[in-house]
């Protein structure tokens, strides 16, 4: 059930705006992937199975609060696209639907170990490997050589060319902070954080800042996630990227049902779809470079190639729990902004 | 007085037995309700019908208080017409309205009553129900103000209620949630006196300060300098014989019509590490490109930029204000034009100056687009609740303090401006005719203002033109092609069939934009007139809390605004979420606060003897605030609807909680844009609101218009006539 109010002076204008509920019935999901894959998934699901949706673009935190904020009377049946760290704390806090589609075997084995993880509540629909990215013509101007691994990143030369996210606000900041810690060790981990810090020049509120700041060249470095450089680079900026030679981590991107969701069935046709390589296609199709999670999907050309990429065997249950966040970030805060 | 109660009451007698008591599914204008039912089914059934079929026995009283008020307004029936015993009656009305919803959600008092959000049939006989008593009780002649004085006074009081104290007091109770550890008082000590908030380290050689020394040390250099600029800028229009002023007027506007990130993008091009200036300024004097851009004084020049407009509409209203033959009359007195602008006209811009450089301080502590594109690693208060809300570790107890803060630095500025202005008064508008030519300025303050105003004017235009240029290229900053790409994704017009198709990916969100920017500007206005017009013509109790309550949701950050109306309005007695009404209402009272000070501004300067002259004529306080006020407050009205459709249009942080997919907001989608890069549709996109914004401002300046003083608007000669000796 859904209900709405309308005030007096604001309805009549509003009329004109508010869509009509198609014979199949209504759909809302909110998007946390790309403006262009939103669109494009939005529309070839409406024409597949007649459903009236309605979607929105949000950041991934900006869902969580949302879903947090409605859990007395959800408004939303879908949680699509978007890292999947914030759906695992959204399934831990018990804010979602568990739903495994029949589309389930079809899927990589990361993204139905994922989907255990979650408690059966999440699935993942896409892959990406966490990296950095240079530009090239600064590289040339001050005439530096190319990093490859993360340990390059620390050292003197790139003295205040580097840029990440800071892990309190951003996700892809946390992942790349959980990564160094699997790879390294704890401790090593912080010990080349304090290095990396010297040359660090500025910890940005918003995960995909820093791949934009290098391809604008307001930075030599930028720690991000490999296919958001892709799209950079294919926007045509001089930008090279580097999947580090230690190894690195990677992001799932999940969909999610709602907890109370007022559209239950639409929603799980909607998951059925996002999860099958007809779905998944829609990516590609709007640009994206994410790897897919069903093993029939079609990668898309210019993604980065998992295979030739070294990946850490990231834990997602231990580092999405809320104490292992809340220790690192902690850390991070004692030991490497406070160096400051 | 009779007739008023009997028209209220049989309104809300109509309301009590033909709407939908509840909200309906989808609300009233769709079909869905009409076919599960309509007036007849349980969730559509009006008042009178939910007492008498379903069972809401609560019900039946404020039904039968408005028919006892109906039938003693017109005397039938001999019922006794005591006005005691009817406001008690009302009271009780009222009472079994509102109390019971409420109840049930908070207390678990009245379960029958909870789980059912309130519709139309239940405001039309809440509203009528408040104005029958707000009627009676000025015409019991307990105060000596009438009923339309009495009654707005009774409706901004509830509707300040409703929307801005109850939202931010949902957020307020998230402060003191139970922390995992430690007891609460504890924890919300020591993250408000924690050193990430009050830190000086940047004045001692470290990196950063604490969030709130940022936002404080942003706050005061903003408000200063958007004070001192468009105080130059209304004098150049009002004093000087600048050339171009209509274009020097829509210069001075673009900044507010724009959204804010793209302002910060034109900055990183021009001042960025490897911006425009910078890069040539590097090669030219040979020094390390740098990143002074991404911190504090990146912020404060993409503030000033954005926020001068606005201390310029404060400060062009109150400078236009000032009678000329004050400024004669200390001429006369042989004061050069100097002394003149120094003792004569500055003391009597007070009231001006000080609600600009209140605007100015709590629009940057509010300001959020530009601290996050240009912040870098500086954090200022908006930024972090925001994080602390939807960043990787949310922390809704730490956003909930910082929240805290905000309010008391608001509430700190206001006092301190309270203080400044004193009870002086700077009525310069009275009903005596006063003529004259304004005073020249000085040559040291023309050269003056001259010197402010013009590189900033080219600082603006340059800014503007790159924004402009931007949207016409294929990759901004680096492949300067021409293309009409970026346009033609965002506003595609097709035909297909002989119809139109709006194929263009921005359609959606232009147009609801649009609706709801124009439908909140005029409420906005209008109730911040009248509130302006009770704070400053009217007594009451608590009038100095109410004034700071009508500032609150302009102080709190807009993320903070929207959050709290999530939380507040997502579940009954009042359910919004998903409407466009919740955009509506969130536009009007987080605007209303510029309506209100504009009009405190502008009112005090109308002299008090013309409201008395209406009065002693036998004109009520509607008559006066229609037929002299009004008129004279065109500016000001002007100001205040401009300003709230385009912050209707620009503001990005309030509404991204609040948007849905049937409503999105056309900054709520450029942001995504921005976040995925694609600067060419963005800037492209604000191009047209801009280019919109413009047209609706001079159709609104052309409408309404300036008021109508017996004073010729000239300026007179550089040097006076009388003679130097």
Known sequence: MRRRFHSGAGAVALLAMTASAAAEGRLNVLCGADEAWCTGIEAAFERKSGIDVSMVRKSSGEILAQIRAEKDNPKVDVWWGGTGDPQLQAAAEGLLEAYSSPVHSELLPWAQNFHDISGGRATGIYAGALGFAYNTQILEKKGLTAPSCWKDLASETYRGEVQIANPNSSGTAYTALATLVQIFGEDEAYRYLGELNENV??????GSAPVKAAARGETLIGIAFMHDAVTQKQAGFPIEIVAPCEGTGYEIGAVSVIKGARNLDNAKLFVDYALSAEGQATGAAAGQNQVPSNGKATVPPEAPDIATIKLVDYDFATYGSADMRTHLLSRFDGEVKTAH | MQRAVFTLAAFGLLGYCAMPWFGVDYGIFERDWIDAGGLLSEQGAPGLL?????????????????AYVLFSACGIGGVPRGPRLLLCLLVLGLAAVALPPFAARWLGFFPEAGGQALGYGAIVVAASLLLCATTLWARMGRSNRDAFAVGSIALVLVLIGLFVFYPILHVLTQAVSAPSEGTVIGSVLSTATGRDVWGLACFTGGRHCGVAVNSILLGVLTATSTTVLGLAFALLITRTRFPAKGLLRALTILPIITPPFV???????????????????????????GRWLYGLWGVWLAQTLAFTPIAFLVLIGV??????????????????LSATMRTVSLPLFRPGLANAFLLGFIESLADFGNPLVLGGADGVLSTEIYFAVVGAQADPARAAVLAIILLFLTLGAFLVQRMWLGRTSYATITG?????????LSLRHSAAVHGLTMPWLALTVVVYAMIFYGSFVKLWGYDHTITLDHYRTAFRVEWLDGAVLWSGSAWNSFWTTLTISSVAAPLTAALG????????????????AFEFVTMLSFAIPGTVVGLSYILAFNVPPIELTGTGVILVLCFIFRNMPVGVRGGVAAIKQIDRSLDEASLTLGGGSFQTLRYVLLPLLRPAIVAAVAYSFIRGITSVSAVIFLVSADHNMATAYIIGLVENGSYGVAIAYANVLIVVMLAVMLAVQFAFGGRRLRRQERIGNALPARARS
């Open chain 2, 319 to 336: 400078v236009e204000g000032v009678s000329p033959s004050l400024e004669e009359a200390a001429q006369t007195l042989r004061a050069d």
């Open chain 2, 529 to 544: 007139l009248l509130t302006a017009w009770l704070l400053i013509r009217q007594e009451f109790f608590g009038k100095t």
């Open chain 2, 432 to 440: 005596k005719g006063d003529n004259g030519a304004r005073a020249p």
């Open chain 2, 263 to 289: 302002v910060g993008l034109a900055l990183i091009l021009l001042f960025g590490r490897a911006g425009w200036v910078t890069t040539f300024a590097a090669d030219f004097l040979d020094v390390e490109a």
């Open chain 1, 201 to 206: 020049n500025s910890y940005t509120k918003s």
């Open chain 2, 50 to 66: 939910q007492t008498l079929i379903h069972g809401r026995p609560l019900l039946a009283i404020p039904g039968l208080v408005l």
